[in-house]
């Protein structure tokens, strides 16, 4: 059974970068895609991107500017970074495994979240 | 707003059956499969359905997805209290990416 353990700093002020580390117990890191998603406070949710053990990364559209995913295979860790934060940023962070397609959306393991909160 | 639309809300009564919506396009749900997610607020989601119709292990048989042209829709019979949660679609679009509905929250009176 594949777990999900993600970490990174919680609280951030304008023009700062976000970064956030999952790292997979359980599983390969190969073969699958790795995604991360957010929430914020009392909304839905919202897709930010995938990247797979070869590095290949898509992106939100509405974010992509801003978004930098990678995966460190011997670690068995992904990581996402996004720069210049701004309050609209502040949100519940999950990461998650996808599945061997690109463009299945079916996320079966989810990491517990993280609170990333935007204030100056 | 999201280019996958659900309502806001559903209710029903223990036992009953409810249905949730899922209204997209061609170039999201007309083209590809469609995934379900079950939200307990202060939880990750999980995934209830995938492929749009198929249940992971462990997922009961009350659960049912389907679709039809550009709307899906996730159906769960013999309703039970413990079903009270958010409900999310989520599928891929060929301009978006990933994608997922507003959500619904469903209600057991």
């Known amino acids: 059974q594949v777990h999900l353990q993600q970490w990174g700093a919680g609280l951030l002020k304008p023009s700062e970068t976000l970064s956030l580390t999952c790292e997979v117990s359980g599983g390969s890191l190969n073969f699958y895609y790795w995604t991360w998603i957010r929430q914020p406070p009392g909304k839905g949710l919202e897709w930010i991107g995938e990247t797979n053990h070869n590095g290949r990364s898509t992106y939100n559209p509405s974010l992509k500017s801003r978004v930098t995913m990678s995966v460190d295979t011997s670690k068995k860790q992904f990581s996402l970074s996004l720069n210049s934060v701004t309050a609209a940023d502040t949100a519940v962070y999950y990461c998650?495994?996808?599945?061997?397609?690109?463009?299945?959306?079916?996320?079966?393991?989810w990491g517990q979240g993280t609170l990333v909160t935007v204030s100056s | 707003q999201s280019v996958l639309t659900q309502p806001p809300s559903v209710s029903g009564t223990p036992g009953q059956r409810v249905t949730i919506s899922c209204s997209g396009s061609?170039?999201?749900?007309?083209?590809?499969?469609v995934n379900w997610y079950q939200q307990i607020p202060g939880t990750a989601p999980k995934v209830l359905i995938y492929g749009t119709n198929q249940r992971p292990s462990g997922v009961p048989d009350r659960f049912s997805g389907s679709k039809s042209g550009t709307s899906a829709s996730l159906a769960i019979s013999g309703l039970q209290s413990e079903d009270e949660a958010n409900y999310y679609c989520a599928v891929w679009d060929d301009s978006l990416k990933g994608v997922f509905g507003g959500g619904t929250k469903l209600t057991v009176l």
């Open positions: 061609s170039s999201n749900i007309g083209s590809k499969t």
């Open positions: 998650a495994r996808g599945s061997l397609s690109s463009t299945s959306q079916t996320f079966d393991s």
